[in-house]
């Protein structure tokens, strides 16, 4: 069935280096790449998105890149600080439309 | 505009019991889903709307049941709760059209069966 793999399920950084959380997913029909944020006892929040067309996307510290060939997309956090310490979970769109979620990251980055 | 609400925030019940779970969005979205949420499985799909008084099953739909009576309200209904409903429900909301594939969620459900 459709499935979306996430690695790693935990990351530790120092406060200023870079982290990447990377996602696989098998409906070679997805065309929305979805990335939210989950701070602790709250609901998730979209951070960014990518659709099929387009290969990176930008938005200040965060960035997300594409690759359909291999069917893997990546989240790119640059400088990152305390308040970046969540839960993010990618998605994809299934061949229904509906989202598939990843397993989620725990992101924990240490002052 | 207060977005996605549910209720309860948070609820004890004992096994066998039944309950509901109310969201409700004032987006005028014609999307509304539920999903549960459980430690290393990431947000499980459980029941979806397309529209009101549709409803749709999603990756995990048994022991539950939902209803879309008004557009702005998706209840989840539990008929005898048991131990392995457990968990945080989320309901999200999305509009209609291309482009428009965000989904918003709700500030969740803490479910403990007992």
């Known amino acids: 069935g459709e499935n979306v793999e996430q690695h790693p399920s935990t990351l530790s950084v120092q406060e200023g280096d870079s982290a990447v959380i990377k996602c696989t997913y098998s409906?070679?029909?997805?065309?929305?790449f979805p990335w939210y944020k989950q701070e602790l006892g709250k609901r998730p929040q979209l951070i960014i998105d990518i659709r099929s067309n387009v290969g990176e996307k930008k938005d200040q510290r965060i960035a997300v890149t594409l690759n359909k060939t291999a069917k893997h997309f990546s989240l790119h956090i640059t400088e990152t600080q305390p308040e970046d310490s969540a839960v993010y979970f990618c998605?994809?769109?299934?061949?229904?439309?509906?989202?598939?979620f990843g397993q989620g990251t725990t992101l924990q980055v240490k002052p | 505009n207060a977005g996605v609400t549910q209720t309860p925030k948070f609820r004890v019940l004992k096994t066998g019991q039944s309950m509901t779970l109310l969201c409700a969005q004032d987006m005028n979205h014609e999307y509304m889903y539920w999903y549960r949420q459980d430690p290393g499985m990431g947000l499980r799909l459980i029941h979806y709307s397309v529209g009101e008084g549709t409803t749709a099953k999603g990756e995990v739909p048994d022991g539950y049941n939902v209803s879309r009576l008004k557009k702005q309200n998706f209840l989840l209904g539990l008929e005898s709760a048991a131990p392995s409903q457990t968990s945080v429900y989320f309901c999200a909301s999305q509009e209609l059209g291309a482009g428009k594939e965000t989904q918003y969620f709700g500030p969740g459900t803490r479910l403990l069966v007992l």
């Open positions: 409906d070679s029909a997805s065309n929305y």
């Open positions: 998605a994809a769109t299934s061949n229904t439309g509906k989202l598939i």
